[in-house]
C-alpha cells in the first residue's frame, strides 16, 4: 500500500513554518527588494524568532544542532520557504551547506557549529569565468608548499561571496586526474592574504544579497583547511547537491508557484471585466487550470524523490528531471500569474514581477535546463526509465 499521508508531526511543522513565513518574512519583502538590503533591525529580530522556533538550519542533521529532517520534512518545509524571496530565506533560516558535516576537528567548532548557528556566513565557489556547465574543468589551482597549500584562481557568481565569512573553494590538486580524484575543497577566511573579492556583479534578481567574483593570488592556507579528504572534493559535491538540488530548486519552486496560483485565483474571483468576475472566462481559468495541474505533478516528482533519498536512495535521475521539470513550471505559473493580473502584475505593487526575475535563474544554476536533460537522456538511453 502506498501511504501518502504526513504524521501530525510533520503537519504541525509545515503549518509553523507556513505562519511564520507568512506573518513574520513576507512583510519584509518588499524593503528588501527596493532597497536590495534586508533591513538590519527586522532580520535581527526574525532571524533571532526563527531560531527560537528551531527554525534556522533545518536542513542539517539534529546532532550538530540542525534540525534533523528527514528529505521528506526538509522539502515540505522549503516548499514553505519558496513562498518568500532568497534573500531572506539565506538570512532567516540559515544557509548551510551539507557538504560542511565533513568537517573534522578543530573544523567542527571553527566552521560548522557556528555556520548552524547563524554566526558565520559560508560562501561556496565552484563556477569560475572558464569553468561552469563543466565544473571538472576548473583552473583554479592549488600547490603544496610544505605546511602549506598555495591558491590561485578566479571564481565568479558566487552568492553571498562579498560578505561570507569563510568560503568552500573548489581547486585542482592534479590536473592529470580532475573529477577523478585531482579536485579538493577548502576552506578558506575572508581577509586571508592573496584572497580578495573583486567585484560584486549585479543580477537581475534575487535583490537582498549579493554574487561576487573572488580572486586568489598566491593565497596561502594552511593543511588543515583542507574540507574532508584531498582529492575527494568533486565526490563530496556530488553527494551533497543532491538533496540542496531537490530541497531548493523543486520544493521551493511549488512554494512559490503556490503563491502565484493562490494570488491568482483570488484575483480572478475578485476582478470584474464585462460585466463579470474574470475567472468566469474560460481562457483566465485555463491559466489557473494549468498552473495546478503542474504544481501537483511537481510536487508528487518532488516528493517521491525525497522518498527514495530517506530509503538511503540516490536517485540521481529523479532528481534531474525535478530540477527541470519544477525550474520550468514555476516560470510559466508566474508568468501566468502576471497574465491574470493584467497591468497590475507588471507593477512593482505585488510581488509577481520580483517572482518572475527570481525564478528565472532556477533554469540555470545547480546545473542547467540542458545538462539536466542530457543527463536524464543518457541515463534513459542507457537503462529505460525506472521510476
Ligand atoms: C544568481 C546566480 C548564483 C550563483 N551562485 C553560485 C554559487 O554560489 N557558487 C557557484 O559556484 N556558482 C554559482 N553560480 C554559477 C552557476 O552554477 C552557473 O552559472 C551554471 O552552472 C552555468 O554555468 P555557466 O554560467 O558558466 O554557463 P555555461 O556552462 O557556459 O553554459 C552556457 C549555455 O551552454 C549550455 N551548455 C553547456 N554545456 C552544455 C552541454 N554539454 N550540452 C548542452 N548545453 C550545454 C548551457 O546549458 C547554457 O545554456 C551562480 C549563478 C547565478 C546566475
Known amino acids: 500500500m502506498v501511504d501518502f499521508s504526513l504524521s501530525d508531526e510533520s503537519r ?20 528588501t527588494e527596493l532597497n536590495a538590503v534586508i533591513p538590519p533591525e527586522a532580520l535581527k529580530r526574525v532571524k533571532a524568532k526563527a531560531k527560537e522556533l528551531g527554525l534556522f538550519a533545518m536542513n542539517m542533521p539534529a546532532e550538530v544542532g540542525g534540525g534533523g529532517l528527514s528529505c521528506i520534512d526538509h522539502c515540505l518545509v522549503e516548499e514553505e520557504f519558496g513562498k518568500t524571496s532568497d534573500a531572506l530565506i539565506r538570512r532567516v533560516f540559515g544557509q548551510a551547506y551539507p557538504m560542511l558535516m565533513a568537517c573534522e576537528g578543530e573544523q567542527i567548532e571553527k566552521y560548522l557549529l557556528p555556520t548552524i548557528q547563524g554566526d558565520l556566513i559560508c560562501a561556496m565557489a565552484i563556477t569560475e569565468p572558464g569553468a561552469g556547465s563543466d565544473a571538472a574543468s576548473i583552473s583554479t589551482s592549488a600547490r603544496r608548499e610544505g605546511d602549506y597549500w598555495v591558491l590561485n584562481g578566479t571564481k565568479h557568481f558566487i552568492s553571498d561571496g562579498d560578505i561570507a565569512d569563510y568560503v568552500i573553494v573548489m581547486a585542482l590538486t592534479d590536473s592529470e586526474k580532475r573529477a577523478r580524484g585531482g579536485i579538493t575543497l577548502f ?10 573579492v573583486a567585484r560584486t556583479q549585479p543580477m537581475m534578481g534575487h535583490r537582498g544579497y549579493g554574487h561576487a567574483e ?3 593570488d598566491n593565497c596561502r592556507i594552511p593543511t588543515d583547511a583542507v574540507l574532508g579528504e584531498v582529492g575527494n572534493g568533486f565526490k563530496l559535491i556530488m553527494k551533497s547537491v543532491l538533496e540542496i538540488r531537490l530541497a531548493h530548486i523543486g520544493a521551493r519552486a511549488v512554494g512559490m508557484s503556490t503563491r502565484a496560483l493562490d494570488m491568482m485565483r483570488r484575483y480572478a474571483g475578485e476582478r470584474r471585466q464585462f460585466g463579470q468576475s474574470i475567472g468566469e ?11 495546478a ?4 505533478a511537481v510536487k508528487m516528482m518532488v516528493m517521491n524523490a525525497a522518498w527514495e ?9 529523479k532528481v534531474s528531471m525535478v530540477k527541470v521539470a ?3 513550471m514555476q516560470g510559466r505559473v508566474v508568468d501566468r500569474a502576471i497574465q491574470v493580473f493584467g497591468g497590475m502584475g507588471f507593477t512593482k505593487e505585488l510581488p509577481l514581477e520580483r517572482m518572475y526575475r ?24 542507457k537503462n529505460g526509465l525506472t521510476l
Open 281 to 291: 472566462f474560460q481562457m483566465v481559468q485555463k491559466l489557473i487550470a494549468d498552473s
Open 309 to 317: 533519498i530517506d530509503q538511503g536512495l540516490e536517485p540521481r535521475d
Open 214 to 216: 573572488l580572486v586568489f
Open 358 to 381: 527570481d525564478a528565472r535563474v532556477t533554469r540555470i544554476y545547480d546545473g542547467t535546463s540542458e545538462i539536466h536533460r542530457m543527463l536524464v537522456a543518457r541515463s534513459t538511453i
Open 187 to 196: 576552506l578558506v577566511d575572508k581577509g586571508t592574504p592573496g584572497f580578495t
Open 12 to 31: 504541525l511543522l509545515v503549518e509553523t513554518v507556513r505562519k511564520f513565513v507568512e506573518t513574520e518574512v513576507q512583510p519584509l519583502e518588499d524593503e
Open 293 to 296: 495541474i503542474e504544481i501537483f
Open 326 to 328: 519544477a525550474s520550468e
